[in-house]
Every structure is written in C-alpha cells, then in structure tokens.
C-alpha cells in the first residue's frame, strides 16, 4: 500500500471473495488482487472519492483551519484516497473518526454532508 502504483493479477490468478454493495452481501466474486503489495482490489461501485471531495466538506463544517489540517494531516497519512481498494463506506468511517477526533463536530452533522 501506501506509494504502491498498483499492479492486478491476471485474470487466472483471481480469487473469489465475498462482494457487499450498499452494506449488504451479495455472495461471492473474483476479485483482482495488486501483485505487488498483495491488497484486494475494491470492484464494487461504491468507489473512494478524491481528498478534494472531503476537504471541500471540511471547509463547510464550520471549523478552524488549523483543526482543518490537523484532519486533513491525519487523512494523508492513511490510504484514504487510494480507489484501488477503499470503498467509500470504508473512507466515511475513517473521516469521521478523523473528524470527531479533533473537532466537536457531531457524527451526525458530519453524515449530513457525506
Ligand atoms: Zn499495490
């Protein structure tokens, strides 16, 4: 993970797995996995969006810019952003923890904007 660009397995070395969309199974598919750092690819529609997308939110909070970065800071350091792999329910939940972590915004003001 972290700087990896990013290789997938070739269709013959795929492994199947289980498949969520909208939080709920839907049974087994093959999934690509990255040849290089060994993460699953995500191949449900539910892709991760830009940092650009949470920052904008950030900035509608209604916090201080130093809590901001604080956030955004702590985000970078996590694969947040890597589409490879994170679904976007997975990215809600670190945002949030992030969120909550430095500001007093409530869980749910922060949902209203997701
Ligand atoms: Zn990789």
Redesign the pocket.
Known sequence: ?GN????SCGDAEKVWLPYEFEGRSRGLKPHSY?V????VKNISPDKAKPMGYYTNILARLGITKVQIRLIAKGLEKTDFDDA?FMTRPEQEEVFIRAVKKYSKVREDEIRAFL
Do not use: A, D, S
């Open positions: 993970m990896c660009k990013h290789e990255c290089l750092c060994g993460v490879y």
